[in-house]
């Protein structure tokens, strides 16, 4: 069972993509689902995440530029991401949130990884 992230490629600073998470195995349909990123060298980092209910929250870094949104009928998560700067190159990940609301931000807080996809953004 995992959520497995696709649509990444490659664009020009400025570019806008859509990342979608979707399932394999089973449904996640009443799950907090987050996204996270991971650029070479560095570690591991929040995203963007939307929780039961349709709360959504978001690093400082994509805040204003990315949107996660939900589509219940088919169980994928996207992440509309605008604006793309070369900062935003990395492999990104969904994943189901696990624990309460003060941990969003936290990964060790998530499982179902998938194998990511990654988006380069060239300037």
């Known amino acids: 069972v995992q959520l497995q992230a696709f649509g990444g490629g490659l664009v020009q600073a400025g570019d806008s993509l859509r990342l979608s998470c979707a399932p394999s195995?089973?449904?996640?349909?009443?799950?907090?689902i987050g996204w996270f990123r991971q650029a070479p060298g560095k570690e591991r980092e929040f995203v963007a995440a939307?929780?039961?209910?349709?709360?959504?929250y978001y690093s400082d870094s994509v805040k204003g530029r990315f949107t996660i949104s939900r589509d219940n009928a088919n169980y994928t998560v996207y992440l509309q991401m605008n604006s793309l700067k070369p900062d935003d190159t990395a492999v990104y990940y969904c994943?189901?949130?696990?624990?309460?609301?003060?941990?969003?931000?936290?990964?060790?807080?998530?499982?179902?990884w998938g194998q990511g996809t990654e988006v380069t953004v060239s300037s």
């Open positions: 994943a189901r949130h696990r624990g309460p609301l003060s941990t969003v931000r936290d990964d060790t807080m998530y499982d179902y």
């Open positions: 939307r929780r039961k209910g349709g709360f959504t």
């Open positions: 195995g089973r449904t996640f349909s009443n799950d907090g």
